[in-house]
Every structure is written in C-alpha cells, then in structure tokens.
C-alpha cells in the first residue's frame, strides 16, 4: 500500500488499534493497521494525539505513516 494525501490539517495514529485518521480538507480518511507515524515537523500538537498542520502532506507506506509540511 502506498498512498500520498496533501493540503492535510490534522492527522493522529492510535496505537492500540493501529488506526489512522487524517483530515483533508472536508474529507476524514481513516487507515487501520498502521503501526508508526514519523512527523518532520510539528507546527503544534494535542494532549490527546492529534498533530495539526496547515496543508501537509502525508505519506503511507505499508504500515508506516510520514508527515511532512
């Protein structure tokens, strides 16, 4: 599986469900059996695991999730 999304606002992975919801534009994508998301640089982040970013691009590769801006 490889899948590229951008103009992204928010993205955040949980752990226990390997479950991965990114928001893009009025769309919401979730992905389940992802297992880690690397993120290049967070412009700010929530308690609760959700990384917001002003139109960012994210790359899936398998069960790996990058963030880049």
Do not use: C, F, H
Request: no cysteine.
């Amino acid at each position: 599986m490889q899948l590229d999304y951008s103009d992204v606002s928010e993205v955040s992975l949980d752990r226990e469900t390997r479950r991965l919801v990114i928001v893009s534009g009025d769309r919401k994508i979730t992905l389940d059996g992802v297992d880690r998301l690397y993120v290049d640089d967070i412009p700010w982040g929530e308690a609760k695991g959700a990384v917001r970013l002003d139109k960012g691009r994210v790359s899936v590769n398998g069960n790996v999730a990058a963030v880049t801006r």
